[in-house]
């Protein structure tokens, strides 16, 4: 496992394993990164017709000039990897399961769920969603999805997802087992759309700096801002800080639509340009919830896309400060073109730009060429004075270096503890599956509450995940156990605190040690 901070791996350890039986609720990300689509359905009867269809759309639509003598006779895979990484084909099977990504087409019944020991442990129930209705609570085992047996069963996790998940207005039947029943009980539940903020966790730091985390840029996060500010607001809130780290995107007009809160009237947030794309800007419109306010914005290197157009224009309109480390660097925008059979080429377009004219998309080039190509570019376009990879802002005199978001104080890698041991056990999910199995009830929920600020995972669990992790059969050195220890007792903390709290509790928890949030308070007294 590639060592990153604890932030982003608790983040990688805490989702990448909990399955989200209803959480897909209803994002419609039609431009997600940007995306479009062409209404036009392009005929192709063979795999040949097929390769001189998509010469003719590059050539009419890519968003850069193009040789077409270096894409002639290769397959379609080799000369899409010679634009860029985010042109790709679709196969018919690929191509309907992104359309009905972007279509929003995710409902289900409002639960977490997480394979524990070969069963499905309910982790999170949506309050007012079609499972919590119907009596389904957290830690409910699921025996059975309609007439199979999930339980015992050491069944994929694509497939445990697709057992329950499903088309709104259709029923599921799930055999679920509560706790300390000794008896199985039949669920039947209607698959709905239930309505999820945006927001993963919105409270006081302290007296007057308010948190707001958004992972995601979705249909509502606008108006899910514009909510979560009003009420942190009510408690005294005059400095806000925004946390997109580990956010990859959406909707862009999601995006210009929170920027439309924070920025003061006709100023630019982003552009949109291709060389068969006309420029189109995006203006605020003024009278947003936060114009006024001291501002911090925290981005990290899985901030991507969406994220990167509202960090930027807040750095290149002076309107807050970029605390973090330099964001991904996607900032291509793509647009769909449908064949018949079904397949579709993402093709992409044109280009974002930040107010100042920066692009956000790094170099996708391999090596030493990316870089010189990279000079030529800017040196040729005006943009540089001097054959070096540097940019300067002309408004805030900052120096600039490749693509994405430089942050204007950088936070760097926090890798203290982890090392093979910590690594194994994090690979192996022994820490969730050691919450979820043991600790979870151990601690109750309004204990937690209470004593979030203040509580820790005691030596009597630690010691009790030792033997965990022997009865697993799991070798790890002693001495790099030692090592990880005070890691591994806060990442246990904070995935209680997920479990018991769910993604605010997570985050409150978090953001205890949390150096980037500590450099934002810092910053904002």
Do not use: W
């Not at 990153?4 to 997600?32: E, P, R």
């Not at 800007?281 to 990290?300: M, P, R, S």
């Amino acid at each position: 496992m590639k060592k990153n901070t604890q932030y982003n791996l608790l983040i990688a350890l805490t989702y990448s394993v909990t399955l989200i039986g209803g959480m897909f609720l209803g994002y419609k990300f039609l431009k997600d990164q940007g995306y479009s689509f062409q209404k036009t359905t392009y005929v192709a009867d063979n795999n040949a017709q097929k390769v001189d269809e998509i010469l003719h759309i590059i050539n009419r639509n890519y968003v850069d000039e193009v040789n077409p003598d270096s894409l002639n006779n290769l397959p379609i895979d080799s000369l899409l990897h010679k634009l860029d990484p985010h042109s790709v084909y679709l196969p018919p099977a690929k191509a309907s399961e992104f359309a009905e990504t972007l279509s929003g087409n995710f409902e289900g019944i409002g639960i977490e769920y997480y394979i524990l020991n070969d069963s499905l442990l309910v982790t999170n129930v949506i309050k007012d969603g079609p499972a919590f209705l119907a009596g389904i609570r957290q830690g409910d085992r699921i025996l059975k999805v309609d007439t199979i047996f999930v339980s015992g069963k050491a069944l994929p996790r694509d497939q445990m997802i697709g057992k329950i998940k499903g088309r709104k207005g259709t029923a599921v039947k799930l055999t679920i087992m509560h706790p300390g029943n000794a008896q199985a009980t039949v669920f039947t539940v209607k698959r709905d759309r239930v309505r999820v903020s945006s927001i993963d966790a919105s409270y006081m730091l302290n007296n007057d700096v308010g948190y707001l985390r958004i992972s995601k840029f979705g249909a509502d996060t606008d108006s899910d801002f514009v909510e979560s500010i009003r009420g942190l607001k009510a408690v005294g809130m005059k400095k806000l800080v925004l946390d997109l780290r580990d956010n990859g995107g959406g909707y862009l007009t999601a995006a210009t639509g929170l920027a439309n809160q924070i920025l003061e009237e006709n100023k630019l947030i982003v552009y949109t340009e291709g060389k068969h794309e006309p420029r189109t800007d995006y203006v605020a419109t003024g009278g947003g919830e936060f114009e006024d306010g001291k501002l911090v914005v925290l981005i990290n290197e899985n901030t991507a896309s969406a994220s990167e157009i509202l960090a930027g224009a807040v750095q290149d309109l002076n309107r807050g400060l970029i605390i973090g480390r330099r964001s991904f660097g996607k900032g291509l925008v793509q647009e769909q073109f449908p064949f018949v059979d079904g397949s579709a080429l993402n093709l992409t377009i044109a280009r974002y730009y930040t107010p100042s004219g920066r692009s956000i998309q790094k170099s996708y080039k391999d090596g030493y060429k990316a870089y010189q190509d990279e000079i030529e570019n800017r040196f040729n376009d005006g943009e540089l004075t001097s054959k070096r990879l540097v940019k300067k802002d002309s408004v805030k005199g900052r120096t600039y270096v490749g693509g994405g978001i430089q942050p204007d104080i950088y936070v760097k890698m926090d890798t203290v503890g982890y090392n093979k041991c910590y690594n194994i056990l994090a690979s192996k999910r022994v820490l969730l599956d050691f919450v979820y199995d043991v600790l979870a009830s151990r601690y109750s929920t309004p204990f937690i509450e209470q004593n979030l600020a203040t509580f820790n995972v005691s030596e009597v669990d630690y010691r009790d995940l030792v033997k965990y992790i022997q009865n697993r059969n799991i070798v790890v050195d002693q001495r790099q156990l030692a090592s990880a220890k005070p890691l591994i007792l806060n990442d246990m903390k904070v995935l209680l605190c997920k479990y018991h709290l769910g993604d605010a509790g997570y985050y409150k928890a978090l953001n205890l040690s949390d150096a980037m949030v500590k450099q934002a308070l810092t910053s904002l007294q």
